[in-house]
């Protein structure tokens, strides 16, 4: 049987994963990519980006049997080192133990990994090549190159990979709308950077952390990069009163506000004025759609679909779980594509809703209540309930980053778990004061255990039905 052919747009993270897991289910793959080939950057100077990646990017990567390799190229992140403001740093374990870590890995050194492996799989890469436009009923395609010089190409079933811009997704919602909404944040980012230390000690700071600046409102982070740089983002509100990006315009106002707020950190950044000058501010924004699909011709993944704000560091973990999930159902579709795409769309999109929801929860925490009295509490007693119970208590945050239980499943036990947390705070007042029968008890009402072996959550497609909130308040 000829195999079936498949075009996709976009090479980028989730491009170059769904190509070398369709590839290597048989499909005739042929990747069109803006950019040049990321193998070809490899080995240049520049500066190196990174990413967290967790759990589900992981276990994609070994559904594509690249995580060994890709492990080579990351840092290990223990935990939140958080930094208040007198200088003091604390970390805060994101998991029970070094089995539960997230880990930095370079974006670039990735996607050239990824790429090699797609086109040993038997995927064509055409570099240089951008989407300008696509007729969804016949199915052709409008590719620019570099030198300007447009082109068509007939185009078989098509995947768009072509991240939160994407051009695909702009081609489709004129053939039949997608019903998009973007929403913005009102905050924004600049990209900044720790160069490497001289002497004996080659990281500035704790490598094996991801580092926080708390400001209440506004924060900085830094991950680390394995040549011993570490990549420092500001978020900011983009308008208002200072703090805001429209107040810090140029480097010297930033430098001043800079050291001020950040007093340990601005003296690790001797290029801080060259990097907030040349660097333009990032827009944070939610990006949803009501469907995903154009019937069986054309099809969203990744960013393109449900491009999500960064405080989870989950973007690319989900793309990735989307390209195995597309992989899988397409390769089991017997050609009912429309099919296979409203699958996906149906078991994908509430959990690119959920994680997106998520995200969003998870800057406040991050930049805000992370000193506040009643998150400690909360976080101490989730703590104790951790050890008495771990088949009935596991955070949200290990849910999200150290299980591959559905985000959805994730987002709801979450609720129910912070819900019990609140419940024996408000009895009891303070954690050491919560009984551990009565602890257990309230959790074993009002949750179904997690299937477990050791301290590790078993992967089942049904996790279990989470009854209705047992509490009224
Ligand atoms: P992209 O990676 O954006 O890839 C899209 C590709 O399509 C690109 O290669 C692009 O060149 C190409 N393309 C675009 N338009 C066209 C066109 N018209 N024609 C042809 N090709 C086109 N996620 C995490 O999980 N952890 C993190 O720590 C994390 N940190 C992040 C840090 C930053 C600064 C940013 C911006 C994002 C971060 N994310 C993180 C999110 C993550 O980068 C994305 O979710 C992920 O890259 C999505 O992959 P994608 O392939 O869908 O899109
Ligand atoms: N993305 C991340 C987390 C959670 C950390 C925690 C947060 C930078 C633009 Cl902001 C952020 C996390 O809860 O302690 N894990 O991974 C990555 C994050 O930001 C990335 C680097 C980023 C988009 C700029």
């Not at 492996?117 to 395609?141: C, K, M, S, W």
């Not at 997704?169 to 944040?185: H, K």
């Not at 900044?192 to 991801?210: K, M, V």
């Not at 596991?394 to 150290?402: G, H, I, P, Q």
Request: aromatic letters at 8%; charged letters at 20%.
């Amino acid at each position: 049987m000829a195999r079936q052919a498949v075009t996709l747009i976009g090479g980028g993270l989730v491009g170059a994963l769904l190509a070398q897991l369709l590839a290597t289910r048989g499909f005739s793959v042929t990747v069109f990519e803006k950019r040049s080939d990321p193998r070809r950057l490899r080995f240049t100077r520049g500066r190196t980006i990174n990413l967290a990646i967790a759990e589900r990017g992981w276990h994609a990567l070994r559904t594509a049997g690249l995580a060994e390799r890709a492990l080579q190229m990351s840092v290990m992140m223990r935990g939140r080192m958080v930094h208040g403001r007198d200088g003091e740093a604390s970390l805060q374990r994101y998991g029970l133990d070094d089995n539960e870590v997230i880990w930095s890995i370079s974006r670039s050194g990735l996607n050239a990994l990824l790429v090699d492996a797609a086109e040993e799989a038997g995927a064509t890469f055409h570099f240089g090549q951008t989407l300008t436009g696509a007729d969804i009923d016949e199915r052709r395609l409008a590719l620019t190159d570099r030198e300007d010089v447009q082109r068509e190409y007939a185009a078989c079933l098509l995947i768009g990979a072509d991240g939160a811009g994407s051009a695909l997704r702009a081609a489709m919602d004129l053939y039949q709308p997608l019903g998009i909404r973007v929403e913005p944040l009102g905050h924004g980012y600049k990209e900044l950077e720790i160069p490497p230390a001289t002497g004996s000690n080659r990281f500035a700071i704790e490598p094996h952390a991801l580092h926080i600046w708390p400001r209440g409102g506004y924060m900085s982070i830094a991950t680390p990069n394995i040549a011993g740089s570490f990549n420092v983002t500001l978020f900011l509100p983009l308008h208002g009163p200072c703090p805001s990006f429209d107040t810090l315009r140029d480097a010297a106002t930033a430098s001043a506000f800079f050291g001020r707020e950040f007093p340990d950190l601005f003296p690790l950044m001797p290029c801080f004025a060259e990097d907030f000058d040349g660097h333009p501010v990032g827009k944070l924004a939610t990006l949803y759609l009501d469907r995903w699909h154009v019937d069986g011709r054309a099809v969203l993944v990744g960013d393109a679909a449900h491009a999500i704000a960064p405080f989870h560091g989950q973007g690319m973990n989900c793309g990735f779980e989307d390209a195995v999930a597309l992989a899988d159902l397409l390769a089991n579709a017997d050609h009912d594509t429309a099919g296979a795409f409203a699958q996906f769309q149906q078991v994908r999109k509430p959990n690119a809703d959920a994680i997106a929801a998520m995200t969003l929860e998870n800057y406040v925490e991050m930049r805000d209540s992370v000193a506040d009295p009643h998150y400690l509490a909360k976080l101490e007693l989730a703590a104790q309930l951790t050890q008495w119970a771990p088949q009935y208590f596991m955070s949200r945050y290990r849910l999200v980053t150290f299980t591959t239980l559905p985000y959805a499943y994730a987002y709801a036990r979450g609720c129910v778990q912070d819900q019990v947390l609140e419940r024996l705070l408000r009895d009891f007042s303070r954690p050491c004061d919560v009984p551990q029968d009565i602890a257990i008890s309230t959790l074993q009402q009002a949750l179904p255990p997690l299937q477990m072996i050791g301290n590790r959550v078993v992967h089942h497609e049904h996790a279990p039905a989470l009854p209705h909130l047992a509490f009224e308040f």
